[in-house]
């Protein structure tokens, strides 16, 4: 494939015309959890600020920004908050963590991002992930199966995602891992992708799957998952492999930098998004509707 930038963007053409069914029940693999001890359960009944650090990617390659929308800090920007926890009886204890995106409008002043004087780009979102800018990874795991419960909104820009970075990405990020479990696009609601990308050189190189479901992604909950062995990666949706459509058979990546991963005893930390997408035309007019929206996170488990 063609050299993307870092932090790609779903490509159109992949979830709508060459997306891969699910796995049936007799193609499916074991369970991926089977054999695995929960290692992380967080349900949030709270946000854990000694857990999630909100704002923008821990990076230093870049000003950790992403298309058409600032990150707000645990405290919020600009007079708005995105993060709460709100009740829900559709989750298991009956609360979820809202993450929200606003049009704010008009000139911002939140740090190193670059869109504050763009009347396009003046939205507030938010981002939560267990590692700092300064390399800190509060919670990170070699191997496990990651898996998140969400419903997504329907809306022309959003760019929700579940993802993983390697921890060395941080401060020696000429070279990264990036295993994106969802990235689903918010007029796209039966339709999201799954992603492996080793960004910089030597050996970049990327991995994509798309994925149609039978649900309404913005209208129910539904599973995400990724099983991340020494070598390789799975993705799954509802606990069914993902079915590769080359092949059909489950998906499956090999991580090219494994060796490098475990020589430096290395680690993958969550992030959970809500972004909005830069590379398709903007709302003319935006719908007062559309000023305000958000996604739903019931929990996010890691099985090792």
Request: hydrophobic fraction near 35%; aromatic fraction near 12%; charged fraction near 25%.
């Amino acid at each position: 494939m063609s050299k993307l930038p870092r932090r790609t963007f779903v490509k159109a053409s992949l979830l709508a015309g060459a997306g891969s069914m699910l796995g049936s029940r007799t193609m499916a693999a074991s369970d991926p959890t089977s054999g695995r001890r929960l290692v992380f359960d967080e349900q949030f009944r709270t946000i854990d600020w000694t857990i999630w650090e909100a704002g923008r990617k821990a990076t230093t390659f870049d000003p950790g920004f992403y298309g058409r929308s600032a990150f707000a800090r645990n405290l919020g920007e600009e007079d708005f908050n995105p993060y709460a926890i709100v009740d829900d009886a559709a989750t298991a204890n009956g609360k979820a963590l809202q993450i929200s995106a606003k049009y704010i409008g008009k000139e911002m002043s939140v740090p190193h991002y670059y869109g504050n004087s763009e009347p396009q780009q003046q939205w507030i979102s938010g981002n939560l992930q267990t590692a700092r800018t300064d390399g800190t990874i509060m919670r990170g795991w070699r191997t496990g199966y990651f898996e998140t419960r969400m419903i997504f909104p329907k809306h022309p820009l959003t760019w929700p995602a579940f993802w993983l970075m390697n921890g060395r990405s941080i401060l020696f990020p000429k070279t990264s891992i990036e295993i994106d479990i969802v990235e689903q696009k918010g007029f796209e609601p039966s339709n999201y992708g799954a992603y492996l990308h080793e960004w910089g050189e030597p050996g970049e190189r990327h991995d994509e799957v798309g994925v149609k479901t039978p649900v309404d992604m913005t209208t129910q909950y539904c599973r995400y998952g990724m099983l991340v062995t020494e070598t390789e990666c799975r993705p799954y949706f509802e606990r069914e492999p993902v079915i590769d459509p080359a092949t059909g058979r489950p998906t499956v990546w090999t991580i090219g930098r494994a060796a490098e991963i475990k020589a430096n005893n290395d680690v993958f930390w969550p992030l959970v998004t809500l972004a909005l997408r830069a590379d398709v035309p903007y709302p003319e007019p935006l719908l007062e509707s559309d000023h305000e929206t958000s996604m739903r996170v019931d929990y996010v488990k890691v099985y090792a």
